[in-house]
């Protein structure tokens, strides 16, 4: 064979070789191409090789990580009967709502925010801030509710409402007052409003000048200010002191004058802010009491402490003030329901009971408070102290218990009061007053009282033949309302005047205009009449109106 024979026969085997191994390669995607038929003849030409396998399918797309992230989770709702509120989940979640059974809610700040909303089932709710702002809301089954913040305040409220077995808040013993303000009176410890100052115990307002007790200048966020010297409040010089270093004053809160310099004043512990004391010379929560070194502001209303000005006690406490002229009056458990009487009422705004409760011998001879004012109940101190559609009345057995009145054929209700169309009458013997039908227009008076009913007056000798009768009153020409039974005195309908009559009862006549009767008492230094008409005695025309 001719060389150059040869040497084409080799390079073709080469490329065969060359696509066989190619081939292979494409092996592990698509399947392997066929390799071309055999050629014809000895050494034909090898077949095409097939067309480059497709690789294995299309690669998964990118997993999703366990579709979606799970949502952010909550805490459990509400934590284990000694846990805290659980914690939010890792993704952000919300934190356990409510607090467990021992768990407190959260402290109002010292500006006076409110206090966490609700706590655990024996927590306390939360006590409002040192400004006066609104106390937790409502305490667990066992808790306290929040006290009231000590600042100004309104008063009374205290920390909403108790839990189940639980003791109200205490009122916050700032409270709404009518101090402070520009010429009213100072406020506890030389206290006014925006920076004003406490001069003679009257306030100045900021930027006024002060005056009285020898001050000067202007009022400056509570120092009395002349060019750059300062006086009136802690660590200043007094002001208006003499030249003889005599007198002096401070206007600052809590600051009271001691030998030419304001000192601290009010709080615990502290000077009385006013000498020999008094309900406003200490700030809220101290009274000014006996110690050591003269009289101090000390802590007042808790058990075993000072009653507080005004005799009041934390919540749950009376004041009492056992027999003896140097015994102190002290809050102590008295005045509740079931318990005793607290001692020295009627002294020093001391009361034997708490409201809605009275003082009323026990069966063991000692005396203790029992619930008052409804029905069945003792009555609250007299005829008039019961509630509404009652009244004080005997009791089977002795005592006065309060009981139904105002329907017919029971007692009449206080100040002789029936229900409508009813009179409240009266027999004789000392019997009762008891509602029955009387006192309309045109029937007999109510026995023993004389009433009519509204519209009427009772008039001697009007029916049956001389008795009392009820006739129309306080229209024009009908006698005058509410006068005597012989028809003297007495009102009338808005526009008519009640006019004396020397020769029969009292009438209505229309008044105020020119010529007409006075309006009013019928005198001319108290009748009236419309504008521009003066009352005049004219003689024989009697008082009537005129021009000036």
Do not use: W
């Amino acid at each position: 064979m001719k060389r150059s024979n040869v040497v084409s026969v080799v390079c073709r085997l080469g490329l065969v070789a060359s696509l066989v191994v190619y081939a292979a390669c494409g092996s592990s995607g698509g399947g392997t191409g066929n390799g071309g038929t055999s050629g014809g003849g000895t050494t034909g030409s090898a077949g095409h090789a097939g067309t480059t396998g497709t690789g294995g399918a299309t690669a998964g797309t990118t997993g999703t990580g366990g579709a979606t992230a799970g949502t952010t989770g909550s805490a459990g709702a509400t934590a284990g009967s000694t846990g805290s509120a659980g914690r939010g989940g890792s993704g952000g979640g919300t934190a356990g709502a409510t607090a467990g059974s021992t768990g407190s809610a959260g402290r109002g700040g010292s500006g006076g925010g409110t206090a966490g909303a609700t706590a655990g089932s024996t927590g306390s709710a939360g006590r409002g801030g040192s400004g006066g702002g609104t106390a937790g809301a409502t305490a667990g089954s066992t808790g306290s509710a929040g006290r009231g913040g000590s600042g100004g305040g309104t008063a009374g409220a205290g920390g909403a409402t108790a839990g189940t077995t639980g003791t109200a808040g205490a009122g916050g013993a700032g409270g709404a007052t009518t101090c402070g303000a520009p010429g009213q009176a100072c406020c506890a410890a030389n206290t006014c409003n925006n920076g004003g100052c406490c001069v003679g115990g009257n306030c100045i307002a900021g930027g006024a000048t002060c005056t009285g007790n020898g001050t000067s200048g202007m009022c400056m966020s509570g120092s009395c200010q002349n060019g750059t010297a300062l006086c009136g409040a802690a660590t200043q010089a007094c002001c208006g002191v003499s030249d003889a270093g005599l007198g002096g004053t401070c206007t600052a809160p809590g600051a009271r004058c001691a030998m030419g310099t304001c000192e601290a004043c009010g709080s615990t512990g502290q000077p009385c802010c006013t000498a020999g004391g008094g309900a406003n010379s200490c700030t809220a929560g101290n009274t000014c009491q006996a110690a050591d070194g003269g009289m101090r502001c000390e802590p007042c209303g808790a058990d075993g402490q000072a009653c507080c000005p005004g005799a009041t006690c934390n919540a749950g406490l009376g004041c009492s003030n056992p027999p003896g002229p140097t015994t102190p009056a002290i809050c102590t458990t008295c005045g509740g329901s079931g318990q005793a009487c607290c001692q020295g009422a009627g002294t020093g705004g001391i009361a034997a009971c708490m409201t809605g409760f009275s003082c009323q011998a026990g069966g063991d001879g000692g005396m203790s408070c029992e619930a008052c004012g409804g029905s069945g109940q003792v009555c609250c101190g007299g005829a008039n102290t019961c509630g509404t559609g009652l009244s004080c009345q005997a009791a089977d057995g002795g005592g006065m218990r309060c009981e139904s009145c105002g329907a017919s054929g029971e007692a009449c209700c206080a100040t002789n009061t029936c229900d409508t169309g009813l009179g409240c009458a009266r027999p004789p013997g000392g019997a009762p007053g008891m509602c029955t039908a009387c006192g309309a227009v045109g029937g007999a008076c109510c026995e023993g009282t004389n009433q009519c009913l509204s519209g009427a007056t009772c008039a001697t000798g009007a029916v049956d033949g001389g008795g009392n009768g009820c006739l129309a009153c306080g229209g024009s020409g009908q006698r005058c309302c509410g006068g005597s039974l012989a028809g003297n005195g007495g009102t009338c309908n808005t526009g008519f005047g009640c006019i004396n009559n020397t020769t029969g009862p009292d009438t209505c006549a229309a008044c105020g205009a020119m010529g007409q009767p006075c309006c009013g008492s019928g005198t001319v230094a108290t009748g009236t009449c419309n504008a521009g008409l003066a009352c005049g005695n004219l003689g024989a025309q009697g008082i009537i109106c005129v021009m000036p």
